[in-house]
């Protein structure tokens, strides 16, 4: 039984959001996959041109899946806007908390900047995973408005979504260990407590 499937056929019902993945400030993850699954870089339009220029009898097994992939993306696309408007059908809801549940934005994204895009992104972010916290945090939280994210490159919004999660980590493992100090520090006033009281 998958309780998380139960919850969000009952969410469903009352078309409340499930986001399923980090949230970025104004930035949740339907946003993302809206953005990410409507986008056609150059070479995937020229792909999509040639694969229907061929009858489906004469493609391959392999360009009918690439073919419906990309028929899957715009479905997709549509559904999640859809989904962010509020206005899908529960069984509508259920495809797109599914797909968020089950896919991987990251891999997406990925096959979809250029190889010139990725090694840009590749030293972007080495050089922002090598600046201060602050500053890093500071960096993430201008972007992360959704005015601004709609304005930014596929590329831009690729290395906002990378340095975002590294942001995300490093504020994780600071809570962390605030925690697990605070009970480090409990655990010594626990213990002298129970001393002094068999001092007494």
């Known amino acids: 039984m998958n309780l998380g499937r139960i919850v969000a056929k009952e969410m469903a019902k009352g078309n409340c959001k499930i986001e399923k993945g980090n949230i970025l400030g104004g930035i949740t993850p339907s946003i993302e996959w809206q953005k990410w699954l409507s986008y056609e870089p150059d070479f995937e339009k020229k792909r999509i041109e040639y ?5 489906e009898s004469e493609l391959s097994h392999e360009e009918t899946n690439e073919l419906n992939f990309y ?4 479905l997709f696309a549509k559904l999640f806007k859809i989904y962010d408007a509020k206005k899908c059908t529960p069984s509508e809801y259920m495809l797109v908390y599914d797909f968020m549940s089950n896919e991987s934005i990251e891999k997406l994204m990925l096959s979809k900047l250029t190889s010139e895009e990725l090694e840009y992104a ?4 080495n050089r922002l995973s090598e600046i201060p916290e602050k500053e ?3 960096k993430v939280n201008e972007e992360k408005n959704l ?3 709609e304005k930014l490159s596929m590329v831009d919004s ?3 979504h990378v340095i975002a999660n590294i942001d995300f980590v ?3 493992k600071k809570l962390n260990e605030k925690i697990n100090y605070q009970i480090e520090e409990n655990n010594v006033m626990r213990q002298r407590s129970f001393y002094n009281s068999l001092n007494r």
Request: net charge positive.
């Open 136 to 138: 890093l945090s500071i």
């Open 147 to 149: 005015e601004i994210y």
């Open 158 to 160: 690729f290395i906002l």
């Open 122 to 125: 590749k030293k972007e972010i």
């Open 51 to 55: 694969l229907e220029t061929k009858k």
């Open 170 to 172: 490093r504020n994780n």
């Open 71 to 74: 028929k899957r993306n715009k």
